[in-house]
């Protein structure tokens, strides 16, 4: 018999292909003695024998000496002669996740060098913080800023609406778009000190999430570097 060949399938209680005719009624007893089956099959092959082993979504069990098909989805054990374990093979769904959690890994890794190199030392990273953070605030200031200017145009438009009024004059059509095109900048400017103010949180939290992972990276290199020595 070739090699490629030996296989030994059961499911459930029972077998369904045996390795030979002259096992297959002792196979038919039960999986007790379908394992002691297995067992000296394996104990048959060379030392550097591998065999793989599976189970479909039937319930049966195959122990074969070339991988389950390329379309089997679930996870295989690659045995030796001695049907030890040598290697579990992930099925296709948990090798996606490992894919997965090796490349968050690998970003978290290469977020970490960049965050060294970047930084010599802490001052650097909280100088450069406060140098954002400043920076934004000018802006947000110089905000407020054209938001008085707007208020106070409002006003005047609208103590001019109300004069009109007042000597029963008709209303002006001028005077009623300048006020709408103020009340449109003044929700703009609005809008965009509060865009401002997120982003000022959000690189607050960051840096401090920065900070806190330079700390534990520098602490490491230190407590490695005195290890060492």
């Avoid at 060379?46 to 089997?72: C, M, V």
């Avoid at 579990?88 to 996606?96: D, Y």
């Avoid at 109300?162 to 002006?172: D, M, N, T, V, Y």
């Amino acid at each position: 018999m070739k090699k490629s060949d030996q296989k030994v399938t059961t499911r459930g209680g029972g077998a369904l292909i045996s390795p030979s005719r002259a096992m297959s009624h002792w196979l038919s007893r039960g999986t007790a003695v379908i394992a002691v089956v297995a067992g000296v099959t394996l104990l048959a092959s060379p030392a550097s024998a591998r065999w793989y082993k599976w189970i479909d979504e039937d319930g049966n069990i195959s122990y074969q000496d070339r991988p389950p098909p390329s379309t089997f989805e679930e996870s295989s054990q690659v045995l030796n002669q001695h049907g030890v374990t040598l290697e579990t093979i992930p099925s296709k769904l948990e090798q996606i996740e490992l894919d997965r959690q090796a490349r968050l890994e690998k970003e978290k890794q290469q977020r970490d060098e960049a965050l060294l190199r970047a930084f010599p030392n802490e001052y650097d990273l909280i100088s450069t913080r406060d140098k954002r953070v400043l920076h934004i605030d000018g802006a947000i200031a110089r905000m407020h800023d054209q938001m008085v200017i707007l208020n106070t145009r409002l006003i005047s438009i609208e103590d001019r609406v109300a004069e009109r009024i007042k000597r029963q004059l008709a209303p002006s059509d001028a005077l009623e778009s300048d006020r709408i095109a103020v009340l449109r900048s003044i929700d703009s400017n609005d809008a965009l000190i509060t865009s401002k103010l997120r982003e000022r949180r959000l690189i607050i939290a960051q840096f401090d999430r920065d900070l806190r992972r330079y700390r534990q990276l520098k602490q490491h290199i230190t407590s490695t570097a005195t290890y060492s020595d």
